[in-house]
Structure formats: C-alpha cells, structure tokens
C-alpha cells in the first residue's frame, strides 16, 4: 500500500537550500520514492494553512518512506534541510 511524504517548507536562505534540493533526489530514488509534486503553484481552499514550497512524495509502503526517512543519507542532509529552511513532514498512508 502506497505512503506519501507531504512537506510544507518554507525556505529561508536559497543557497543552502539549493544544496539540499541538488542532494536529496538520489536518495529518495534509491528508497523507491518518487515526486508527485514539488514546489508548483498553491491555493489554499480552506482552513488556515500557508502554503509555502509544497512536496509530495510517493513510496511503495509505509517501511519505504521511514527507511528512507531514517536512512542515514537523509539524516545528513536534515540538517541542511533545517538550516536553510523550517517546515514540516507529514507521512500519510495510502489506500
């Protein structure tokens, strides 16, 4: 059963960030996850939510997206991630 990935970033210094976005889709990949959408237009329907840089990943399972999540690849580069940016992750499991 699919798992998505859905961050909610707002980036505060590009440059840095940049090195994260250049890094991260080999590691990604290599966990068999895949974009869906990744920093495209936004329009918030409802509720109170801003919108700042979304991403949506797909995995095959739930054990993707954590091994993925908790590999030691992506440990290193949150730390990119959270300098150059705040946000947040949210895991969702699929039907």
Known sequence: MAAYLLANI???????????????????????????????????LEGTLKPNRMVLLEFPDMAKLKGFYESPEYQRLIGVRQRASNGSLIAIQGL
Do not use: W
């Open 10 to 44: 707002e980036v505060a210094d590009p440059e840095t960030y940049e090195e994260y976005r250049r890094l991260v889709p080999a590691v990604i990949a290599a966990h068999g996850g895949r974009y869906l959408a990744r920093g495209g237009a936004t329009e918030l």
